[in-house]
């Protein structure tokens, strides 16, 4: 019996080096009609005014209200899941779940008005013209410059709470980068070029407090108030404070990628090429990361499915803007990670996860709060990158073949 297998080794091994890889637009396929089906549970799960935030260890939908940070991934998702198939009864529930977000756009007590707007009304003003969303993109947008203050450049993340334990003075994590676009967005609708001018000061300043010289970050940033002064760099999120937590990569990695978007300056193309330069070497080869990339049980340790959906959509975004010596090497890493996501070790089956899409993500592995579970914005950004790698022109997919 061994023997037999072993002389068939060789000739399973041929058979599956001609297996044809799967195209990428049947993948887009196969993942959007998996998509539509799983979202469309996920309401069904939800009681009014709910919003999905992650599935158990038991398999039990855990929800949130519309304050949590996530509250805008999921309306997002189905905003996304909408613009590929163009169904009329995905575009309801996408309006569904996106009003009940609206008293967000007054909110100034969080950063994260950036996210929950953005992923929401933004892809809704984007896919219906529908011009009731710009008040609130607009307002949302200057609710978070309330919370820049000048001396340190930067918008506040956090405010002072009882499960901070810590003392900081003005924290700010390098997931703020992301929040910038709903204040660049808001800048283009209202004219208003102070907020173009917070995102900015905000960007330019994290370059030079979150960044090593290697390229990777510092989670948080704590400063003085009144001088600017930097009083801290450590992490709340990763293994240590000096480690690589790889959502955190994932944030600024997508953070400068959009601010070239936006405001077409060299120094946000440069800062994001050098984030991905430091980043792809150290993935492992089927491109998702662990969920710190310098925790000390890697190679044993979870993966962030989270981090990878991130950085594919950035990525693919990024070898749109990247010097062609460049930009296959962007994209074929996220087209790895894309075609990894999209297997049966991470894509949930029909019904299965409560109505999520992808499995094994990590929210916060020292706190011990969603650690290898679906969550909302895993979902989304791996749908972005997806709908994103299908506008890239096809000379970079010939350039790459
Ligand atoms: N902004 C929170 C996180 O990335 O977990």
């Given at each position: 019996?061994k023997?037999?297998?072993l002389l068939?080794l060789?000739?399973c091994?041929?058979?599956c080096s ?5 195209a990428?637009?049947?993948?887009t ?14 309401d069904k ?5 709910e ?15 519309i ?11 189905l905003w ?10 995905i575009?309801?529930?996408a ?7 609206d008293?967000l ?13 953005n ?9 219906t ?5 710009v ?8 609710s978070?410059?309330t919370?820049?203050n000048?001396a ?32 660049l ?11 173009r ?5 905000h ?11 290697d ?6 940033v ?5 001088t ?35 405001t ?5 193309l ?20 662990y ?8 190679p044993?340790?979870l ?19 990247a ?8 994209l ?7 075609r ?5 070790e991470?894509?949930a ?16 592995k ?36």
């Amino acid at each position: 019996m061994k023997r037999l297998s072993l002389l068939l080794l060789p000739l399973c091994a041929s058979l599956c080096s001609c297996t044809k890889e799967e195209a990428m637009e049947t993948l887009t396929d196969r993942v959007f009609d998996r998509a539509a089906e799983q979202l469309v549970l996920l309401d069904k799960n939800l009681e009014e005014g709910e919003c999905p935030r992650y599935a158990d260890a038991d398999g039990k939908l855990v929800t949130s209200d519309i304050w949590w940070w996530c509250s805008g991934f999921y309306p997002g998702s189905l905003w996304l899941v909408y613009e590929y198939t163009g169904n009329e009864d995905i575009r309801a529930l996408a309006e569904k779940h996106t009003v009940i977000l609206d008293t967000l756009q007054f909110r100034t007590n969080d950063h994260d008005v950036g996210f929950q707007l953005n992923c929401s009304y933004g892809n809704a003003l984007r896919l219906t013209g529908n011009q009731n969303y710009v008040g609130v993109l607009c307002n949302g947008a200057r609710s978070l410059a309330t919370r820049f203050n000048p001396a340190v450049g930067c918008t506040r993340s956090w405010d002072p709470a009882p499960d901070h334990i810590a003392a900081w003075k003005f924290p700010v994590i390098i997931d703020n980068m992301m929040n910038l676009e709903l204040l660049l967005k808001g800048a283009e609708l209202s004219e208003e070029d102070s907020l173009r001018q917070v995102a900015e000061s905000h960007a330019m300043t994290t370059m030079k407090n979150h960044y090593r010289s290697d390229g990777s970050c510092f989670h948080l940033v704590d400063y003085d108030p009144e001088t600017g002064a930097v009083l801290r760099q450590q992490t709340v999120q990763g293994f240590a404070d000096w480690s690589a937590w790889a959502r955190g990569q994932a944030w600024g990695l997508y953070g400068y990628t959009m601010m070239y978007q936006y405001t077409g300056k060299d120094v946000y193309l440069a800062q994001a090429e050098k984030i991905a330069d430091y980043l792809i070497p150290r993935l492992p080869e089927d491109g998702v990361p662990y969920w710190d990339f310098d925790s000390d049980l890697v190679p044993d340790d979870l993966r962030d499915v989270s981090a990878g959906a991130i950085m594919a959509s950035a990525l693919v975004r990024l070898s749109a803007y990247a010097p062609e010596e460049k930009a296959a090497g962007y994209l074929g890493t996220a087209e790895r990670i894309i075609r990894t996501l999209a297997s049966d070790e991470y894509l949930a089956q029909p019904g299965e996860q409560c109505g999520f899409l992808l499995k094994h993500s990590v929210g916060n592995k020292p706190g011990n709060v969603e650690v290898d579970v679906p969550l909302t914005y895993a979902d989304y950004y791996f749908l972005e990158a997806l709908l994103r790698y299908r506008e890239i022109p096809h000379k970079i997919y010939n350039d790459k073949n």
